[in-house]
C-alpha cells in the first residue's frame, strides 16, 4: 500500500533521537527495529567501516500518529553527508509501483537536483532522492520485496 513518511537525518545522535520520540508517542519501532550501518556490504575503494561506524543508525521507523512513520537515519561526514539544518529532513514516498516510482521522481527532480539515482538497492527497494526545484527533499523508495 503506498504511503507518506518523514525522513529525518542526524548527525550520529538517530537512536538518541528516536528513543526520544517513542517515550512521547508511546509506539514501538516497525520490525526489524533499529538498522545499524554494519550490514551495508562492502563497497569498493572504500575502506572497512570503524566499529563505531558500524553502529550506527542506518535506517528505523516509528509510528506516530494518523498512521504516519517518521524515519530517520544517522549521516555521517566520513560517508560523505554534510550536514546543515534544512537538509535533515526528506518526505519519503513510497508508491505501488516501479512505475509510479520513476514517475514521481522524474518529476519531482525536474528544474531541480538529483542528490540519488532512482535504482536498484541492496535493501530491495528501487531508492532514489532529489531536490525538487523549490528546495523540497524528496526519497521515493519502491520495495521490490
Not at 12 to 23: D, I, K, L, M
Not at 63 to 69: C, R
Not at 119 to 138: H, L, P, R, T
Request: proline content about 6%; charged content about 20%; glycine content about 8%.
Amino acid at each position: 500500500m503506498a504511503r507518506v513518511s518523514t525522513y529525518l537525518n542526524f548527525s550520529n545522535y538517530t537512536e538518541e533521537a528516536f528513543n526520544y520520540y517513542r517515550s512521547i508517542f508511546g509506539t514501538e519501532f516497525t520490525e526489524p527495529g533499529i538498522q545499524r550501518m554494519d550490514s551495508i556490504p562492502p563497497q569498493d575503494g572504500q575502506p572497512p567501516m570503524s566499529d563505531e561506524m558500524k553502529n550506527l543508525v542506518l535506517h528505523v521507523e516509528l509510528p506516530i500518529t494518523g498512521g504516519h512513520l517518521l524515519m530517520g537515519t544517522d549521516a555521517p561526514e566520513q560517508m560523505g553527508f554534510a550536514m546543515n539544518y534544512g537538509n535533515n529532513m526528506h518526505i519519503m514516498l513510497e508508491p505501488d509501483t516501479k512505475e509510479e516510482s520513476k514517475k514521481l521522481f522524474d518529476s519531482l527532480a525536474e528544474g531541480g537536483k538529483v542528490t540519488m539515482a532512482l535504482q536498484e538497492m541492496f535493501w530491495g527497494a528501487y531508492f532514489g532522492s532529489c531536490v525538487d526545484k523549490y528546495g523540497v527533499q524528496w526519497m521515493v523508495n519502491f520495495s521490490t520485496k
